[in-house]
């Protein structure tokens, strides 16, 4: 616990923290709904399901470049949520861990890379084709 009261400044700080912890947690959920919004409006509108080149995935950028950037950045998410998931174990750090909210993130992380190991339905080839 610090010696002193927490400044406005630190409480923005704190504020700010906590914001972008929760945006982690929110990025496999995201991702895999976005996947999903893809997969389903490529699927009905070519009336197969999508697979290696058929059809290209980034003729329908709308859907594409959210996708993907997403896909990216879950990827980059996993250190960065891991360290500041283990500064909050400690009593200085401004963000008190809560259990629903890390094993929010770890089961969505699981099923982003349960997804990128199996590539279920070609999914991921699909994607990154």
Do not use: C
């Not at 950045?73 to 008190?96: D, G, N, V």
């Not at 190991?117 to 990154?128: E, F, N, Q, V």
């Amino acid at each position: 616990m610090s010696p002193h009261p927490p400044t406005p400044e630190d409480e923005q700080v704190m504020r700010g923290l906590k914001i972008f912890y929760t945006f982690l947690v929110a990025l496999p959920w995201v991702w895999l709904g976005m996947l999903t919004l893809f997969v389903l409006t490529t699927a009905v509108s070519q009336n197969a399901w999508p697979s290696y080149g058929q059809p290209d995935p980034k003729t329908i950028p709308l859907l594409y470049w959210p996708t993907f950037l997403l896909f990216l950045a879950t990827l980059a998410s996993f250190p960065i949520w891991l360290i500041m998931t283990l500064f909050a174990l400690r009593p200085i750090f401004p963000i008190a861990l809560d259990k629903q909210r890390v094993a929010t993130y770890l089961v969505g992380l699981a099923l982003f890379f349960l997804l990128i190991i199996t590539d279920a339905g070609g999914l991921i080839t699909w994607l990154i084709d």
